[in-house]
């Protein structure tokens, strides 16, 4: 008797051959993704580590401080990757030596990195319960030298009314105003080229300044108003009097362009 197949679409309940499964492509497939993503980051860690590493580091600004010391300030002196390059932590480095300040970083692809830095100079010095301190421009405290006033050109600043002075911080004074009326001036007397005229700055009163030249004229200067205008006027009365064989007395520079004389004989 011929063996007889259920219908097409009728119930059968005996056993059916159930017919062998396809090969797990899927599977393979991400084993392959996985492979490739292996092997591209071992490749990208082979090339950070040797072919993307920075070889070429210039430093831009710095004049009595070497390059090595502006490098390894920066820690950069130990090798490190392109890609590792972190300009917060450099200019943290370099901030945290007294004599340097950060400017910027720029990076040249693949291996090159240029730091730009500012040295700190010593331009004023302040006595402080008898020791004498350099200061740069900032009030930075550059060094404590003692008792004596250091030869040279450095400013004397006198009224200062320090809080807290340590050699590597900005000094602390009495108050903010005389801390702005510092960096004022300063900058003022440097950007006029007259700093090398003047041998004392007095802080005391923000409201009621002066300054005294090397060649003995006191030059009151009022309030931090208009510092341009006063130091202007100051070196142009200055130059004037030297010219006429007038030294020393008292210049009264308050209102801007506008200066009376007073003759140290009177």
Not at 26 to 49: F, H, P
Request: aromatic content about 6%.
């Amino acid at each position: 008797m011929a063996q007889m197949y259920p219908p097409e679409n009728s119930y059968w309940e005996g056993n059916i051959p159930t017919p062998p499964s396809p090969p797990p492509r899927k599977r393979a497939g991400v084993r392959t993704v996985i492979l490739t993503l292996i092997l591209i980051c071992a490749v990208a860690v082979l090339l950070n580590e040797s072919i993307l590493q920075v070889r070429h580091i210039a430093v831009v600004g710095n004049r009595d401080i070497t390059w090595d010391e502006v490098v390894t300030a920066a820690g950069l002196d130990g090798g490190v990757s392109y890609f590792a390059l972190d300009e917060e932590k450099i200019a943290a480095g370099i901030n945290a030596n007294r004599y340097l300040i950060f400017e910027k970083m720029e990076k040249a692809f693949p291996g090159s990195v240029a730091i730009y830095v500012k040295e700190r100079v010593a331009r004023a010095n302040v006595q402080v319960m008898g020791v004498t301190y350099l200061l740069d421009d900032e009030g930075m405290v550059l060094e404590r030298i003692g008792a004596t006033l250091p030869d040279g050109d450095l400013v004397n600043v006198t009224g200062f009314q320090a809080k807290e002075v340590r050699v590597g911080s900005i000094i602390v004074p009495g108050t903010k105003e005389q801390m702005e009326a510092y960096e004022l001036l300063m900058e003022e007397i440097e950007l006029q080229g007259f700093s090398d005229q003047v041998s004392e700055l007095n802080l005391s009163n923000p409201d009621s300044l002066y300054l005294i030249t090397t060649d003995s004229y006191t030059a009151h200067l009022g309030d931090t108003s208009e510092l341009r205008a006063k130091i202007g006027t100051v070196r142009a009365v200055v130059n004037k009097l030297r010219e006429m064989g007038k030294y020393g007395g008292v210049i009264e520079a308050s209102v801007p362009a506008v200066a009376t004389y007073t003759p140290s004989e009177l």
